[in-house]
């Protein structure tokens, strides 16, 4: 295999976590880190394993930034030229197939994203880039302004400006990797697979633990677990029969098992779970039902019932205005972490049970 410079793309907030993974899993070097990215230097073979990224792309060639006050068809021109016109075709048809990906570079699609305002369209620079790269490799290009998908087979290349460099990058596996196969069903407010996983890295699962998400949605949490291999057992609850459903169908043939329950009572005794995993409907995309609906207070307190002692949960929340409410059940906030999901920011927050006292029994 030849070396390749890679760039895995994530959530932000999540450049830490996506980078301890790349390093843990022994994938290669980092070099970068910067806004939505981990930037470094493959020492295997990924095999697209990545659970904590969006996507991983093999870089093709870098550039100057255009800036934010240049305008007309010939500044992007003049960066559709730098940036397709550097990129070795050829050796990156190769390396994407080395990296487990299709070896033939066909029909072009791109998608493109750039840091701050700008005097064009996040389009205008796509069509720029995608028709020099077609015709260079003397393929169709597919524009994305009529958010019509792509003919099966189109190469995704992706363009980012970050305010001093522009960067081309080609996409290894056939589509984004955080979508998923499993996901078969979603409901509202289900939660992005890679951020879910990063959930999972942090609530540090282990061999033999019981998980528990007691408002498991579509299941992607529960699901996520099972796919980094924890040998734990995993349960999820939700008050909604159409989420269970869809649950059930998303973990199918996987070790979870699902159930119909209020998140505020859960059919669970005392203790049980070395782990909670948790998206709360706290009113964005779904709003709190049940007991949850009379009284946030009840979730940080059945939270805490079911935790085992010394346990942890790893919780999203839109803000941390409730804090006060966990800290009043006994519980401690250990890691807080910044991220922004569809431009709204949120906040993962890992939280410890209490561990009985030395001497007491």
């Not at 061999?207 to 299941?219: E, F, Q």
Request: glycine share 14%; charged share 20%.
């Amino acid at each position: 295999m030849t070396a390749a410079s890679l760039v895995a793309r994530c959530v932000h907030g999540l450049e830490p976590t996506l980078a301890a993974e790349i390093l843990r899993r022994g994938l290669g070097v980092i070099t970068h880190i910067g806004h939505r990215e981990v930037r470094f230097s493959a020492s295997r073979l990924p095999a697209l394993g990545l659970r904590t990224a969006d996507d991983v792309f093999l870089l093709a060639a870098q550039g100057p930034d255009v800036g934010t006050t240049r305008q007309g068809a010939a500044a992007l021109a003049g960066l559709a030229g730098t940036l397709a016109g550097a990129a070795d075709l050829a050796a990156l048809a190769r390396l994407r197939g080395e990296h487990g990906g299709p070896r033939g570079l066909t029909g072009v699609e791109v998608s493109a994203s750039f840091l701050g305002r700008r005097a064009f369209t996040r389009y205008d620079v796509e069509d720029a880039v995608g028709r020099v790269l077609a015709g260079r490799l003397g393929v169709g290009y597919h524009s994305r302004r009529g958010a019509v998908a792509p003919p099966p087979g189109h190469s995704g290349w992706r363009v980012t400006l970050d305010g001093e460099r522009a960067t081309l990058l080609l996409r290894i596996a056939e589509r984004p990797l955080h979508r998923r196969d499993y996901k078969r069903q979603s409901v509202p407010g289900t939660l992005h697979p890679p951020l879910a996983a990063a959930m999972v890295a942090m609530a540090g699962v282990e061999p033999g633990d019981t998980v528990l998400d007691p408002c498991c949605g579509a299941g992607t949490l529960l699901i996520e677990a099972a796919r980094q291999g924890s040998a734990a057992r995993l349960y999820g609850f939700d008050l909604a029969g159409r989420a269970v459903a869809a649950a059930r169908e998303n973990a199918a043939g996987l070790p979870v098992a699902v159930a119909r329950a209020d998140a505020g009572r859960l059919p669970v005794r005392d203790g049980v779970a070395h782990r909670v995993l948790a998206n709360p409907p706290w009113g964005g995309q779904v709003a709190p039902g049940g007991l949850l609906a009379a009284s946030p207070a009840r979730w940080w307190a059945e939270v805490r019932r079911v935790l085992a002692p010394g346990g942890a949960a790893v919780v999203l929340l839109p803000g941390v205005g409730d804090l006060p409410l966990a800290l009043r059940q006994g519980l401690t906030p250990v890691h807080l972490q910044r991220v922004r999901i569809a431009g709204a920011e949120s906040f993962l927050i890992r939280l410890t049970a209490p561990r009985p006292a030395r001497g007491s029994r």
